[in-house]
């Protein structure tokens, strides 16, 4: 199979190595094979959108093959290409926002996150659940031979999980220690008899796979899905109720308390991850499902309307100036695209309300929303359809209005916290 992948830095050299012929575009500084080549999109997103464009009529893929690497690559001018595409998206309990927009694009979506699946299916049929894998060769090292007892590898960025710090802090405090720092984890986790693992977001992460491949014992936290699919808790590794500091000090004196009980569980563990879990099994898989696709795009005025609604949210986030302003620019471009399409598209309508909400056209946005209240039905447009109508009530004054909206909508969406928010905010 010939494919063509963007940002696919971690899957390319494993699909070469299973005999598929792959032209990878990554970011400046990946390339390392003939056939590599480089884009900044960061800095010049519409030279990425031609390089794109270059490869694919010279390549002639057969599929291209987007992976999410958790940064803004919503506009590649992938729309408008008719060759098959598939998406691997890793990180949709982070930014769901957009990722949500981003799935019409394509003919073929893989999800890492299990509970995303369905909600993904929404917006795009074909939805594949791809749990992440084992990167490395798994070798078992004897705990006997290993040097510590507990360690954490991942981001220690206070603001960006402080969560996790408060977990640490409070383990230590228990009289706890723990090597945590940051980097590469497959030396660390070859060395360590226990791996900690908490999640960023009720997700199954990659740090689930590595610390299960280097024959440590793996402490996570419980997350809502997927655990059960790679092992009994309890059993093949170990469970800590979220945030819960003295319980994971619990499972880990445990451990540490019974080291050929936990010795065993962990290498119980690596034989079925080096049996089943690595990148190539999942390659496998992900081919497999290419090979018997049969690609139906959606309706032109549906995708271009989607990709409006993500670059209009990705226009709001700490993106610098000129970045956040090609967002902004892209959504307003692409809903009228879609309109022009498809005359009345809802998420086309919508993300042109909230650029006028921006720059403080609130009497536009609202004459623009007002017409489409019902016609799409699904709970996530009607969810922010409420809380924007509501919002730009609010700014023109008509705070009544504005407070029997959100009432409303607090019915049909209980607890929801944009709703909430406002609610408290304009009073009673």
Request: aromatic share 8%.
């Amino acid at each position: 199979m010939r494919i063509l992948t963007l940002g696919a830095k971690m899957l390319t050299d494993f699909l070469r190595q299973q005999g598929h012929e792959v032209m990878a575009l990554g970011v400046p500084g990946s390339s390392h094979h003939p056939q590599d080549a480089e884009t900044d999109f960061l800095r010049t997103p519409l030279s990425a959108r031609a390089a794109i464009q270059r490869l694919n009529d010279g390549f002639r893929p057969d599929w291209i093959l987007q992976v999410d690497d958790s940064s803004p690559l919503p506009h590649l001018g992938l729309e408008n290409l008719g060759t098959p595409k598939a998406w691997y998206a890793i990180d949709s309990h982070l930014h769901w926002e957009w990722h949500r927009h981003y799935a019409p694009v394509f003919d073929v979506v893989f999800c890492v996150q299990k509970n995303r699946v369905r909600d993904l299916a929404c917006f795009r049929d074909r939805v594949e659940w791809l749990p992440p894998a084992f990167l490395a060769e798994p070798v078992f090292l004897p705990w006997n031979g290993r040097e510590h007892d507990l360690s954490f590898v991942g981001t220690l960025n206070p603001a960006l999980n402080p969560e996790r710090i408060a977990l640490l802090n409070g383990l230590k405090s228990l009289g706890q220690p723990i090597h945590a720092v940051q980097g590469d984890c497959h030396a660390v986790y070859r060395n360590s008899r226990l791996v900690l693992n908490q999640s960023a977001g009720d997700d199954l992460n990659f740090r689930f796979f590595e610390a299960m491949g280097n024959g440590a014992l793996l402490i996570t936290d419980r997350i809502s899905h997927s655990l059960e699919d790679f092992g009994e808790p309890g059993k093949d590794f170990l469970v800590y109720e979220k945030g819960d500091a003295a319980d994971l000090r619990d499972r880990v004196l445990w451990a540490l308390d019974h080291p050929v009980e936990a010795e065993a569980m962990a290498r119980r563990c690596q034989i079925r991850v080096a049996a089943s879990h690595r990148m190539a099994h999942r390659m496998d898989r992900l081919t497999e499902v290419l090979a018997g696709a049969m690609p139906a795009p959606s309706p032109r005025g549906h995708v271009l309307a989607h990709l409006a609604a993500a670059h209009e949210h990705l226009s709001r986030l700490d993106y610098p100036g000129p970045l956040a302003e090609f967002f902004a620019l892209e959504a307003g471009r692409l809903a009228m695209a879609a309109l022009e399409s498809s005359p009345g598209e809802p998420y086309a309508l919508m993300a042109l309300a909230q650029l006028d909400l921006e720059k403080g056209r609130y009497a536009e946005a609202l004459a623009r929303l007002e017409p489409e209240g019902g016609r799409e039905a699904s709970p996530e447009y009607r969810r922010r359809y409420v809380f924007l109508r509501a919002l730009l009530l609010a700014h023109l004054g008509r705070v009544p209005q504005a407070r029997a909206v959100v009432r409303t909508g607090l019915l049909e969406f209980p607890g929801e916290p944009d709703l909430a928010r406002l609610d408290q905010a304009l009073g009673r």
